[in-house]
Nanobody, 122 residues
Framework: QVQLVESGGDLVQPGGSLRLSCAAS????????MAWYRQAPGSQRKLIAH???????NYAASVKDRFTIFRVDTENTVFLQMNSLKPEDTAVYSC????????????????WGQGTQVTVSS
């Protein structure tokens, strides 16, 4: 069982920066892959950044070179550093934890945070 609590969402100007945090409770945090998603009004939720338990990252093209996901396993926390923010980055950002606990048949654990609002506007 994992509980995720996001924080750091705010109103920022275009070109500004913001760091989101996702604090996890529960055991074995280091075994979970972590990800950030976002959902704008009227749109589907989209994967923005992902980091494996081993620290391998990947990003959506829309945020690559602007956003950085990193984790501090000793603090049970994953972060999303957002730079050069654009109005189109406005969305609710949600944290996700997931892992495969069995491969045959496949069984996964998947947890979500409550989301935090990021608004980029001048």
């Amino acid at each position: 069982q994992v509980q995720l609590v996001e924080s750091g969402g705010d109103l920022v100007q275009p070109g500004g920066s913001l760091r989101l945090s996702c604090a996890a409770s529960g055991s074995n945090f280091s075994l979970y892959a972590m990800a950030w998603y976002r959902q704008a009004p009227g749109s589907q939720r989209k994967l923005i950044a992902h980091i494996t338990s081993g620290g391998i990252t990947n990003y959506a093209a829309s945020v690559k070179d602007r956003f950085t996901i990193f984790r501090v396993d000793t603090e049970n926390t994953v972060f999303l550093q957002m730079n050069s923010l654009k109005p189109e980055d406005t969305a609710v950002y949600s944290c996700n934890a997931n892992r495969v606990v069995q491969y045959s048949p496949i069984v996964t654990e998947n947890y979500w945070g409550q989301g935090t609002q990021v608004t980029v506007s001048s």
